[in-house]
């Protein structure tokens, strides 16, 4: 089973809006990744996690505000954001981070539009 | 910095038949790993095939197979019997060995097949 889920789907949220964004798996992965993806572009990594610690941030502004629980579960809180947030916001996971032998897996993402 | 380049925005080809799409990419490391997903219109991202780049062996799942050239470094995609269902945006993607094991993707091929 290489199943990643992500709630909601979709979400609308206002600029004063407070949200947050769900990503959970079951394969014992201990590594969690939050990607952004504009239309038509490739995704881009915003967050690791490994053993429920963030590991890497690239340069994410601070109205992103990640969370990992546990090792199932991974939060994207989203506060005062920008119409130009608006994207699909995917969740992956892998067994570790930083063994070569690491496939990430997907899942199938949150279409975020705010108005 | 690693470097992925897809060339062909937009391919199309006839069901049943063959297709290839490229991507070549820009390292000075000696050993990484380079994938294939794929992302229909459903927007989840689904790994379609890999290959380690220390095996001289091309990849093959299926009807899909690669082209790996180390030397040159390029690595294609071919994609055999073609099936309405392989209709998506195909991304190349490169993971290094510096331990983060981030993914950088290519700017991807959107794929039509033909009935």
């Known amino acids: 089973d290489t199943e990643v889920t992500q709630t909601p789907k979709h979400l609308v949220m206002g600029m004063t809006n407070k949200k947050s964004l769900k990503c959970e798996q079951h394969?014992?992965?201990?590594?969690m990744y939050w990607y952004k993806q504009k239309a038509k572009k490739p995704p881009e990594l915003m967050f690791v996690y490994s053993y429920e610690k963030l590991s890497i941030n690239e340069s994410v502004p601070s109205r992103f505000s990640p969370e990992c629980p546990n090792s199932s579960l991974l939060n994207l809180h989203l506060h005062a954001l920008q119409p130009e947030d608006s994207a699909l916001y995917l969740c992956a996971s892998s067994q570790e981070k930083g063994r070569m032998t690491d496939t990430q897996y997907f899942g199938p993402g949150t279409r975020l539009t705010v108005l | 910095a690693q470097t992925v380049t897809q060339s062909q925005p937009e391919m199309s080809v006839q069901e049943a038949e063959t297709v290839t799409l490229s991507c070549t990419y820009d390292t000075s490391e000696s050993n990484y790993y380079l994938f294939w997903y794929k992302q229909p219109p459903s927007r989840q991202m689904i790994l379609v095939i890999r290959q380690e780049a220390y095996k001289q062996q091309n990849a093959t799942e299926n009807r899909f197979s690669v082209n790996f050239q180390k030397a040159a470094k390029s690595f294609s995609l071919k994609i055999s019997d073609s099936q309405l269902g392989d209709t998506a945006m195909y991304f190349c993607a490169f993971m290094d060995q510096t331990g983060a094991n981030n993914l950088f993707f290519g700017t991807g091929t959107r794929l039509t097949v033909i009935p």
């Open positions: 394969m014992g992965h201990r590594a």
